[in-house]
């Protein structure tokens, strides 16, 4: 006779098992769409209200998505130092109203006296917060690079006309949001330690203050009279150069005079009848959003339910086997040959999805990158734009940890990133973001470090379709994915796609992280039957996204996170 309290275990586990069938049968509760801002000619969306509207400004006063993306891009500097400086990077995907594609790299590099092993004691560990705190965390910037370069490329507007309400913002002020009350609140010791010093951001802020960044004002008039230059080589460099030396860093002039912003080919690919195009290493997003998209495309993921048992498992071993390959193969394509057609190649990713089944889980253990012949930071933000004229710009932007290096450069009125975190510091260690990297992203002077960032722009039937991404270190990938998957396949609108929940695997760890109290108990624990590990716990935003989807009509809807600040705003 069977022990009573085995015959409960056995019962209790058909049921779970059950229940995940059961999960993806059943409809989910189904509410009124929401639909954001609509708008007839142009858009921004992005992280504050105030940079939403200067760059619409701009487009009012006959700009065009280029113009409106300095202005924005710059309006964040101001109001938005938790990600928007002057010291970071990013990176670009543009589509013409021509048709024409393509990307911009302006991802910061490693100094010129930067060594792979840096940031390792004598023993050969990593040194905690060297790479993540301070001065020797912080990569030669391309933000300014990547501006100019754009503005000589496709500008249309003067840099003084650009720039200039960007200064008045900085002169006149932004208000204090709550969640950004909170940000400051969180770091200001840090920032007091880091500087040796009190900054303007450790003052106790309080809800609907103003703060004034004059300093800023200042520097950006200096570039406009200057260009490029001036932070390069002119004034701005040499103070940006001392506050880095003086805190012990390596960053030097030549370092600064040396770097330039790279116009690079993006990643296209097709899912379904939709034409998709996303950055190119050095950033991972579109190689992996690539992968992910054409392993789950055999899938019909639509009859399995948004945010249902299939889907979510389909998904979800699709993403290890992305991020498995990330972890290995990719890195800067100036310093590491990357088999991005083999990568992405039907044979491959079919090859890749052989051992799936939908009984269990597969064991992230199990999982290596793919076998191939003879070979972020949560702290990120996005921007969104779409002119009258049909261009389309969508742009990802870091100082990669919150505030970046926590150095701050009063003389310039900016922080400085962090980047030199993305690197390897040592194969096989995970970064702050719990990835894992290999020798294809070991430090290397005047090298980019590998990035999440997923700037990414949709073609339906050839015509713009949509323009989409987020911040958020290693799920910025799978917030992009799943935000493309819900229009497509679950026929949200853009606002209710950009709002629903989700979750991310990223290989290692071996954890599906759930947004807290966004999933049913039920649904988690036929999961859990099945081998999936999963964290709903502490977890932190899965990215913040900034979308616009074009409406049958032509109208542009926007979506704009509801975790954020983040605002639409069009005409």
Not at 227 to 238: C, I, N, Q, V, W
Not at 247 to 274: C, N, V
Not at 507 to 533: C, T
């Amino acid at each position: 006779m069977i022990p009573r309290h085995k015959i409960i275990l056995m019962v209790s586990i058909t049921l779970l098992v059950v229940s995940c069938t059961t999960t993806t049968k059943e409809k989910p509760k189904s509410y009124p769409p929401v639909r954001g801002l609509i708008a007839q000619k142009a858009m921004v969306v992005s992280a504050r209200k105030e940079a939403s509207k200067i760059g619409a400004d701009i487009m009012k006063k006959g700009g065009n998505a280029f113009d409106a993306m300095i202005a924005t891009e710059m309006a964040l500097a101001v109001s938005y130092p938790f990600a928007g400086s002057l010291g970071g990077g990013g990176f670009m995907v543009y589509r013409k109203h021509t048709g024409e594609t393509g990307a911009l790299d302006y991802r910061e590099k490693a100094p010129l006296a930067a060594s792979k092993n840096m940031y390792l004691d004598e023993k050969g560990n990593p040194i905690p917060d060297k790479s993540t705190i301070g001065a020797l965390a912080i990569g030669v910037p391309g933000t300014v690079a990547g501006l100019f370069a754009v503005h000589n490329k496709f500008g249309s507007l003067s840099i003084d006309e650009i720039l200039s309400p960007v200064i008045h913002l900085a002169e006149k002020g932004f208000i204090v949001t709550e969640k950004q009350k909170a940000r400051f609140d969180a770091y200001r010791d840090l920032f007091v330690d880091v500087n040796r010093d009190t900054i303007v951001w450790a003052k106790a802020y309080k809800t609907g203050d103003t703060i004034k960044n004059k300093t800023l004002a200042k520097t950006l008039k200096r570039i406009i009279l200057n260009g490029k230059d001036e932070f390069y080589k002119g004034e701005t460099g040499k103070k940006l150069v001392k506050r880095i030396q003086d805190h012990g860093g390596i960053i030097t002039m030549e370092d600064l005079s040396k770097y330039e912003a790279k116009w690079r080919a993006p990643i296209q690919f097709t899912y379904r009848d939709l034409s998709i195009i996303s950055m190119s290493p050095p950033s991972s997003g579109g190689v992996c959003l690539a992968q992910i998209m054409k392993m789950i495309e055999p899938y019909p993921i639509s009859k399995y339910r948004h945010n249902q048992c299939k889907t979510i498992q389909v998904i979800t071993e699709a993403e290890r086997r992305a991020y498995a390959d990330r972890s290995f193969y990719l890195g800067d394509p100036d310093f590491t040959n990357i088999p991005i057609d083999t990568l992405l190649s039907k044979a491959y990713l079919s090859g890749r999805m052989d051992d799936f089944t939908f009984d269990e889980a597969t064991d992230s253990s199990a999982i290596n990158c793919g076998l191939i012949t003879g070979y972020e930071s949560d702290e990120t933000t996005h921007y969104s734009i779409i002119d009258p004229f049909g261009n389309a710009v969508s742009a990802t932007v870091t100082l990669n940890g919150a505030y970046g290096s926590k150095l701050y450069v009063p003389e310039v009125g900016t922080f400085l990133n962090n980047e030199m975190d993305d690197f390897s510091t040592k194969p096989g260690i995970p970064n702050m973001f719990g990835l894992i990297g290999a020798a294809a992203n070991s430090i290397a002077p005047e090298k980019r470090m590998l990035s999440s960032m997923t700037p990414t722009i949709v073609e339906k039937s050839g015509k713009l379709w949509m323009s989409v991404g987020t911040p958020g270190g290693s799920t910025i990938i799978t917030s992009v994915l799943q935000t493309i998957l819900n229009v497509k396949e679950f026929g949200m609108t853009m606002q209710d796609a950009v709002n629903a929940p989700r979750f991310h695997h990223q290989w290692l760890p071996d954890v599906i992280v759930f947004e807290p109290n966004s999933f049913d108990h039920q649904l988690l624990d036929s999961l859990r039957a099945k081998g999936y590990h999963s964290s709903e716990e502490q977890s932190r935003i899965l990215g913040k996204v900034d979308g616009i989807l074009v409406l049958p009509d032509g109208t542009l809807e926007g979506g704009a996170d509801k975790r954020g600040d983040d605002t639409a705003v069009g005409f």
